[in-house]
């Protein structure tokens, strides 16, 4: 029976945080193609001693893309392992473009993205009742433009729960577009390497987070989370889940 590919998000740096089934797929693998760099090579301890290993960070598209082909039509089972959770900002679509183009079957196996992770470590929940229902997932424009309907500054009139991906380097940037719609107090966090051993969640507000970033040196690998959320949990100022209220009826429960 043909196996197909297989892209497995290895979650955000932790090998724990990889899914049981990434794990069972590293472990079964003959030839694992993974993003080196940002996946830790700790992942890989979990592959058998006879797999094929390959490296893809100095690779290009049709480099990477000839390496998981020859391994299917060889008959491996093939793990293009990336970072996160692939769907997101992992370069995968033109990836399974070219399988598709070859009637190459493959399967996703989604991760644990660097936010959830954060949250994790912050002990902090993204959505908290009567202060912030929505989460939004960005980025600033880069070598990678981004739709102008999806400009930061457009996106921070919603005062949501902000996440910004891949742009910490350009933080003057980033606070300047935030700050004509979040007041300056507004509480910010930078979390860099998450899951890591070098691990770091910086808090600031948007009053100071440009000189925080800048004394702590990080210029990569870092996500931007603001928002309201983060000064309410620790004031514990904000309203409880109906979910839990002993006066609110559901399916399972009657008030």
């Given amino acids: ?39 830790p090579p700790v992942h890989l301890e979990y592959c058998k001693p006879q797999a094929s290993i390959h490296n893809s960070a100095s690779l290009t598209l049709a480099q990477t893309h000839a390496l998981i ?17 692939p ?72 005062r949501a729960t902000l996440v910004i991906y891949l742009s910490v380097q350009q933080i003057e940037q980033v606070v300047a577009e935030l700050l004509h719609h979040y007041p300056a107090e507004t509480p910010l966090v930078v979390a860099y390497r998450v899951g890591w051993p070098e691990e770091m969640l910086l808090k600031a507000t948007l009053a100071d987070a440009v000189s925080a970033v ?21 004031k514990q100022q904000f309203a409880k889940s109906k979910l839990y209220d002993e006066s609110f009826s559901h399916g399972y429960r009657k008030s």
């Fill in 214 to 234: 800048k004394a702590a040196g990080i210029s990569r690998q870092a996500l931007i989370m603001v928002g309201e959320v983060f000064a309410a949990a620790e």
């Fill in 1 to 39: 029976m043909t196996k197909p590919v297989y892209f497995v998000g290895a979650g955000p740096g932790d090998p724990d945080l990889i899914t049981v089934k990434g794990r069972r797929l590293l472990e079964e693998a003959d030839r694992v193609i993974y993003a080196g760099s940002l996946v």
């Fill in 87 to 158: 769907s997101l900002y992992g370069a995968i679509q033109e990836q399974m473009a070219l399988l598709d183009r070859e009637r190459v079957p493959y399967q996703v196996v989604p991760g644990v993205s660097a936010v959830f992770a954060a949250a994790a470590a912050l002990k902090q929940e993204l959505t908290l009742p009567e202060v912030s229902q929505t989460l939004i997932l960005t980025r600033l424009a880069g070598r990678t433009p981004v739709p102008e309907r999806e400009q930061l500054r457009q996106l921070a009139s919603h």
């Fill in 69 to 85: 082909a020859e391994g299917y039509h060889n008959g491996e089972l093939v793990v293009r392992l990336h970072t996160g959770d």
